[in-house]
């Protein structure tokens, strides 16, 4: 499973990354089979891209129908195990924008995130966990931005310093920020 040695080489900085990727990788022994699908109920791997600009100074964000607050792109890996190709199209399919490539082919963060209870295409999904890997991407601002009507209901960019504004999620605005710093030392 080249997505577990992904996980596996990628080395955490924080306590809380630590003890996600401890827990991640014991999901995957204990659900071999489907922990890459959203049939297992319980947690399922999800591949987020964090979009931003060649410059770094903002980030692509869509305004998430289910969640009510900007966020970044992702998606379910449904059963594909290249999380770099799940988040590249995710972010594709979500934005519109298509010339969106990698910074580099590493995981940038590394994290569980809850999910509550909801209804999506008429039907109730139970709370559950995403096990996220997230990479990120860059694209430029000249791009036309599409919406994807039954997924946002919006796309535009946010300067990094005003994420804090658009998003109403405190969890993931402090992995936000982690990823802009990360993304930064990178160049």
Same mark, same amino acid.
């Given at each position: 499973?080249?997505?577990?040695?992904?996980?596996?080489?990628?080395?955490?900085?924080?306590?809380?990354?630590?003890?996600?990727?401890?827990?991640?990788?014991?999901?995957?022994?204990?659900?071999?089979?489907?922990?890459?699908?959203?049939?297992?109920?319980?947690?399922?791997?999800?591949?987020?891209?964090?979009?931003?600009?060649?410059?770094?100074?903002?980030?692509?964000?869509?305004?998430?129908?289910?969640?009510?607050?900007?966020?970044?792109?992702?998606?379910?890996?449904?059963?594909?195990?290249?999380? /770099?190709?799940? +988040?590249?199209?995710?972010?594709?399919? %979500?934005?519109?924008?298509?010339? $969106? @490539?990698?910074?580099? *082919?590493?995981?940038?963060?590394?994290?569980?995130?809850?999910?509550?209870?909801?209804?999506?295409?008429?039907?109730?999904?139970?709370?559950?966990?995403? /096990?996220?890997? +997230?990479?990120?991407?860059?694209?430029? %601002?000249?791009?036309?931005?599409? $919406? @994807?009507?039954?997924? *946002?209901?919006?796309?535009?960019?946010?300067?990094?310093?005003?994420?804090?504004?658009?998003?109403?999620?405190?969890?993931?605005?402090?992995?936000?920020?982690?990823?802009?710093?990360?993304?930064?030392?990178?160049?």
């Amino acid at each position: 499973m080249l997505f577990r040695k992904n996980i596996e080489q990628f080395i955490p900085d924080t306590t809380q990354e630590i003890s996600d990727k401890r827990v991640i990788l014991k999901y995957i022994d204990t659900f071999p089979n489907n922990i890459l699908i959203r049939e297992n109920e319980f947690a399922h791997i999800t591949s987020s891209g964090f979009i931003m600009n060649e410059n770094l100074d903002k980030v692509l964000m869509v305004h998430h129908n289910i969640y009510k607050t900007w966020a970044w792109t992702g998606g379910h890996a449904d059963g594909d195990s290249d999380l /770099l190709n799940v +988040a590249i199209k995710e972010a594709i399919e %979500e934005t519109g924008v298509r010339d $969106i @490539k990698p910074l580099n *082919n590493k995981i940038i963060s590394l994290d569980i995130l809850p999910v509550l209870g909801h209804i999506k295409k008429g039907k109730y999904v139970s709370s559950h966990l995403h /096990l996220s890997i +997230a990479y990120v991407l860059i694209a430029s %601002e000249e791009n036309k931005l599409i $919406i @994807k009507e039954d997924e *946002n209901s919006g796309v535009r960019w946010i300067a990094v310093e005003d994420i804090d504004k658009f998003s109403n999620e405190p969890y993931l605005i402090e992995i936000y920020k982690k990823i802009i710093n990360r993304a930064r030392a990178f160049r």
